[in-house]
T-cell receptor, first 116, second 115 residues
Framework: NAGVMQNPRHLVRRRGQEARLRCSPMKGHSHVYWYRQLPEEGLKFMVYLQKENIIDESGMPKERFSAEFPKEGPSILRIQQVVRGDSAAYFC??????????????FGPGTRLTVL | KQEVTQIPAALSVPEGENLVLNCSFTDSAIYNLQWFRQDPGKGLTSLLLIQSSQREQTSGRLNASLDKSSGRSTLYIAASQPGDSATYLCAAPNAGGTSYGKLTFGQGTILTVHP
């Protein structure tokens, strides 16, 4: 059973460009979470999604950031018009369905975004 | 709002020592608490998940305890090895007692085990 997969692992963008980060949850998992780790800071929650639904986006910046988890395909975190302050490691996590009674989150290797 | 604090921020020990990492959280209405390990430049590896109905959980040389009433958890590492060197993170779910949803992380304890 492959773990949580994220791509790309490293992404370099110039200011003003768009960044798209992809996350494929573990097989059988229906909950996806995105976290951000800024340099020298801790991990901060951004958004929690289930298939086709955003459940909690309280940690997401109001502008330029969006996330989706379509019925088919990976979850996408999209950052428009990137700025240098967006440079960070972005981690995706997934957990099994609520019916499983297991709510452990498993993390992917992260995407390290560098904005020039 | 859940807040998580980890003590100490850094710890350096000789190989073979037993050690304890501490985590405290402000909202005790949690379903579980999770401990992770993060190596430099890498992702997070889940070490232990303690459900609120449990008092402790063990995996190999690791033992984690949970005391909801006092808002504390400890991670005990027995017979430490240089390969244990990493940042250890404690994470508690959001306030409100939901079993699913965002995790709030502590700042971590940077552990160095020297030969």
């Amino acid at each position: 059973n492959a773990g949580v997969m994220q791509n790309p692992r490293h992404l370099v963008r110039r200011r003003g460009q768009e960044a798209r980060l992809r996350c494929s949850p573990m097989k059988g998992h229906s909950h996806v979470y995105w976290y951000r780790q800024l340099p020298e800071e801790g991990l901060k929650f951004m958004v929690y999604l289930q298939k086709e639904n955003i459940i909690d986006e309280s940690g997401m910046p109001k502008e330029r950031f969006s996330a989706e988890f379509p019925k088919e395909g990976p979850s996408i975190l999209r950052i428009q018009q990137v700025v240098r302050g967006d440079s960070a490691a972005y981690f995706c996590a997934s957990s099994p369905p609520s019916t499983s009674g297991k709510n452990e989150q498993f993390f992917g290797p992260g995407t390290r975004l560098t904005v020039l | 709002k859940q807040e998580v604090t980890q003590i100490p921020a850094a710890l350096s020990v000789p190989e073979g020592e037993n050690l304890v990492l501490n985590c405290s959280f402000t909202d005790s209405a949690i379903y579980n608490l999770q401990w992770f390990r993060q190596d430099p430049g890498k992702g997070l590896t889940s070490l232990l998940l303690i459900q609120s109905s449990q008092r402790e959980q063990t995996s190999g040389r690791l033992n984690a305890s949970l005391d909801k009433s006092s808002g504390r958890s400890t991670l005990y590492i027995a017979a430490s090895q240089p390969g244990d060197s990493a940042t250890y993170l404690c994470a508690a779910p959001n306030a409100g007692g939901t079993s699913y949803g965002k995790l709030t992380f502590g700042q971590g304890t940077i552990l160095t085990v020297h030969p």
